[in-house]
């Protein structure tokens, strides 16, 4: 397991590397339907990161792009569709509750459970994309299971996650350049820096 001493170490000295990344990584967002496997070629190139591998920047994450292009759209979607839904199930009672409504209350805090199950199971399913090879199926099923068994390492994702959006959303529209330069990389960083190693542990030694 990295600590995070190491995971500013391994950072900081990335940053522009991560400039780079997070400008490649938003110009193949542009179809829209390509984000899912441009976020897969961003987290091939944060495991190198993370690994202190040579890479090549272009070519690497052009080649992972294409050839991940299918994989990493089956799983997006099904995943995309369940966070879309649990939002949706989570605003809704949000915005419906009242002072007196507990009901509501209780329904809006139990919808809140699965969603952020979902966004912590995404972070370790895109680096077992980038990683490993298995079927949608097993890379869902895997990335729920580790997002309970690996709390320390989902812990840091949630926040890292959180934390970031508060201050986009918060500071807007100054935050946009931050996310327009850094802000993609830097949190792809930061969950495959805290999950990976989970990933080696339990799937790639995985009898």
């Keep these: 397991m990295y600590h995070g001493f190491y995971f500013w170490r391994r950072l900081l000295p990335q940053s522009f590397e991560l400039l780079k990344l997070n400008l490649l990584f938003l110009l193949c967002c542009l179809p829209v339907i390509s984000i899912p496997a441009a976020l897969t070629a961003m987290t091939w190139v944060n495991i190198r990161l993370v690994e202190e591998k040579s890479y090549d920047l272009l070519t690497d994450f052009l080649h992972i792009f294409r050839t991940e292009f299918w994989c990493s759209l089956k799983a997006g979607l099904v995943l995309l569709a369940g966070l879309a839904l649990f ?121």
């Design 87 to 207: 939002g949706y199930v989570f605003w809704f009672y949000q915005t419906a509750q009242t002072e007196e409504a507990l009901l509501l209350a209780m329904l809006c805090s139990a919808s809140l459970l699965p969603l952020l199950l979902l966004y912590c199971a995404l972070c370790y399913v895109q680096v077992m994309l980038a990683y490993v090879s298995l079927s949608t199926w097993s890379l869902l099923k895997n990335g729920l299971f580790l997002s309970v068994i690996c709390l320390r390492s989902t812990i840091f994702c949630l926040l890292a996650g959180i934390i970031l959006l508060a201050v986009e959303l918060t500071s807007l529209p100054y935050s946009a350049p931050f996310l327009i330069l850094f802000g993609f990389s830097f949190w792809n960083f930061t969950c495959t820096y805290f999950t990976l190693p989970e990933i080696k542990k339990h799937i790639v030694q995985s009898p």
